[in-house]
Every structure is written in C-alpha cells, then in structure tokens.
C-alpha cells in the first residue's frame, strides 16, 4: 500500500489512516446483502465492506438532488431509503456492479 503523509491530517483522520496503513485487519469487498453495509469478523481480522451497496446508495441520492434540485436533504435521504427498500436486491447488486465498472474504467484511463 501507497505511503501517506500523514503530519498535516487531523487526529481521528491519522488514526483511521494508520490503522489501514499497519493493515492489522485484512480488508475485503464483496456483496453482503440489500441491508448490510459492512461486517467485521474479529477472530478472523477481517472486514468486509458492501462497496456496491455504498456505491448504489450514494448514487440514487445524488440522483435524487439532480432530479430535485430544490429539495432539502432530509427529504432526499428519506426518499434515497425508499427507493432502495422498493429495489430488488438483484437490481442492487447489478447496478453496484455497473458503479464500480465504471470506476475501474476511469481508473484505467487516468493512467
């Protein structure tokens, strides 16, 4: 892992990076389930993060804002709930795995 400079961070933001830095946990990414953003599995040292679920969540929401320019947050954050709870879990996962598609895509083309 790439070494991060560190000295101008705040102190909870130099935690969490030293924690990822000393790689104490092993950390995965893998589809969990429609409701299950991430696990930890302390006897095995790992966690497991739900990045298509993530990924999906915060781009209905920011689809919600493009839709609805003049709506306030809350509103947003309710509906981005309600969108997601009427959505499969089939159609979660694909559109997950669109999101980050997309992300390698770009990835590939930066460099």
């Not at 000393?22 to 893998?30: R, T």
């Not at 969108?83 to 590939?108: F, H, N, V, W, Y």
């Amino acid at each position: 892992m790439k070494e991060v400079d560190m000295k101008n961070s705040a102190p909870h933001s130099r935690k969490l990076l030293e924690y990822l830095q000393n790689g104490d946990f092993q950390i995965e990414f893998s589809w969990i389930n429609k409701s299950t953003l991430a696990v930890i599995d302390p006897l095995r040292e790992k966690i497991l993060i739900n990045l298509a679920l993530h990924l999906v969540e915060t781009d209905v929401h920011e689809y919600l804002h493009l839709q609805y320019p003049k709506m306030d947050e809350k509103t947003i954050c309710q509906r981005t709930e309600k969108m997601l709870a009427r959505t499969s879990r089939k159609d979660i996962q694909l559109l997950g795995e669109r999101l980050i598609e997309l992300i390698l895509t770009q990835e590939e083309n930066l460099n």
